[in-house]
């Protein structure tokens, strides 16, 4: 293997040290606490998504109830309430959303939240400064969490608000801290992975628009098929231009996605086939929710992986991860 690619290996693997911790640690957290049960003398917590639970467990170490309304393969676009959703939120004593439009169904029910003079903290809304949102048509771009150098703030932004509802808990700046640095070594493992795909493959087409945080800090080009959110269709048009991008760029691989249809990454393939062009498919990555990798670090690692492979990168610097 070239030195290059051998040290980027090696400093990958010391970058999943960091990591492996923290995901055996929040395995055994997530089944505490999403039981049902409530505990009794603890302020309760309600996360929308897991990518924004799994921070606030790691943050808060045991010193609230922490329950996450999504599962792992909940779409949150499409996502709505029960009349016990609505219920959780109501009870709750902090509540933590993305925000940008991701939980848009639940959106009467944040205001009624906030009416009530519970804490609702938007995190993605909350971590962006200045221009940094991207933006598609005047919309925000609510997928900051697949740019785990912008997410690593939400651990930050998580203790100053558990801080509000519990001032006793002196742990929580450290805690943050331990998460924050946690985060952006998964930041430097993708640098490094996705830096060993040759430069003439570096275009990421999948079945929606969700990976545009993830292709500006690690220089791919990122095209979908839908747009930001599930609920909007990919057009024949939009597929046509796809199937000229992938014929003309001779780009190797499309990916599905685990809460979206695999029918229009087919169609894809097709297109490209009948025009002389063989596609594989790269595989499954998780966009808006987990799916089966569980929580979000687990999920940015099988997404690193399973992409730098597809694209043609260096496999001996992801199979670690396999």
Known sequence: MPRHLRSAAVHILACLVLLGAWSCRDGSAASATDSGAREPDKKVVVCTTTMIGDIVRAVAGGTAEVHVLFGPTVDPHLFRATRDDVQQLMAADL????????????????????????DLVAVAESI?????????????????????????????????ALGRLLPDSAGLPGRAADTNARILALDSFAREAIATIPESARTLVTAHDAFRYFGRRYGLRVEGIQGLSTASEGGLQALESLVDLLVDERIPAVFFES????????????????RGHRVVLGGTLHSDAPGSAGNYEA?????????ATALRGDSTATEALK
């Open 259 to 274: 809460t979206v249809s695999e029918r229009n990454v087919k169609a894809l393939i097709e297109g490209a086939a009948a």
């Open 95 to 118: 509540v933590f959303y993305n925000g940008f439009g991701l939980e848009g169904y639940l959106e009467p029910t944040f205001r009624r939240v906030a009416e009530s003079g519970i």
């Open 299 to 307: 999920m940015m690692k099988h997404n690193i992986s399973t992409i």
């Open 128 to 160: 962006l400064k200045g221009d940094e949102a991207m933006q598609d048509a005047g919309v925000s771009d609510p997928h900051v969490w697949m740019d785990p150098h912008l997410w690593a703030r939400t651990a930050p932004l998580v203790a100053e």
